[in-house]
């Protein structure tokens, strides 16, 4: 590990909003918070919303500026990305940011049943072939049911043309109420929305590149759900997201209707 990667996890060490259980650490001890995140910690009962897969953190921190009414916290397995929004926020003093470093499959170890309002999902990798680690599959949304309060929300925002059409899919076979649904998400928005205020680093960059941002918000619903047939077909994603190959190659799905 570089010098610079050693800095940074010893300074999150002294950052109070910044919580860092891998599985190993969870094994030991269990997350003190959990059920307790407005009252110990942000010492207020507004919602709490999460953002997965945060990164450096850009959209956890800018939600955070425009909805002080709400708190937020990020959640990502990669600490040293993670470094630079916790730092932003202690010093900005966002008192309604947190920032968790862990494995987003051990969730409903930090959160008691319906202790989240909203998840985020912001540009994850679509996991083309790997249906148990894309974060729209439906051992997601099971596993986001268990924290998420009734009537929750997800949020999908993605350059992926196949993590969008195959979400739309996932979500019309399981009956899921799509409440937004765009393939093309700066098309439709007006320019004063506070959600078009925030465009992480790679959000930039895609964009230059030609790309579309894609965004679907649904509920999770409360019925067994299972893997759509016809997935498989989904064309596939011609270039990477985190290369900068070629930008080709659109998934042909049909979206609905945004509000």
């Known amino acids: 590990m570089g010098k610079n990667k050693l800095r940074k996890f010893a300074e999150m060490e002294t950052i109070d909003l910044v919580f860092q259980y891998p599985f190993?650490?969870?094994?030991?001890?269990?997350?003190?918070?959990r059920g307790k995140w407005n009252a110990e910690f942000f010492h207020n009962s507004n919602p709490i919303v999460l953002e997965l897969g945060c990164g450096k953190g850009e959209y956890t921190t800018g939600l955070a500026r425009q909805f002080t009414d709400k708190n937020f916290i990020g959640i990502d397995i990669k600490g040293a990305r993670m470094w630079t929004g916790a730092c932003q926020a202690r010093d900005e003093g966002l008192a309604n940011v947190a920032f968790l470093r862990t494995s987003i499959e051990l969730l409903d170890?930090?959160?008691?049943?319906?202790?989240?309002?909203?998840?985020?999902?912001?540009?994850?990798?679509?996991?083309?072939?790997?249906?148990?680690?894309?974060l729209t599959g439906t051992r997601f949304i099971e596993l986001y049911r268990k924290v998420l309060v009734p009537?929750?929300?997800?949020?999908?925002?993605?350059?992926?043309?196949?993590?969008?059409?195959?979400?739309?899919?996932?979500?019309?076979?399981?009956?899921?109420?799509?409440?937004?649904?765009?393939?093309?998400?700066?098309?439709?928005?007006?320019?004063?929305?506070?959600?078009?205020n925030i465009r992480t680093h790679y959000e930039r960059q895609w964009l230059a590149r030609g790309l579309t941002i894609k965004y679907i918000r649904f509920l999770p619903g409360a019925d067994s759900l299972e893997e759509p047939p016809g997935a498989d077909d989904i064309p596939q994603d011609t270039y990477r997201s985190y290369s900068r190959g070629t930008l080709e190659g659109t998934a042909d799905v049909k979206p609905l209707k945004i509000d």
């Open 109 to 134: 170890s930090f959160f008691a049943p319906g202790e989240v309002s909203e998840i985020w999902i912001t540009f994850p990798d679509p996991q083309m072939k790997k249906v148990n680690k894309r």
């Open 24 to 33: 190993g650490r969870l094994k030991e001890e269990a997350f003190p918070l």
């Open 151 to 196: 009537g929750g929300l997800i949020h999908l925002k993605t350059d992926s043309p196949f993590l969008f059409a195959y979400t739309s899919m996932m979500a019309g076979h399981n009956g899921l109420e799509v409440q937004q649904s765009t393939p093309d998400l700066y098309a439709v928005l007006s320019a004063d929305d506070p959600i078009l």
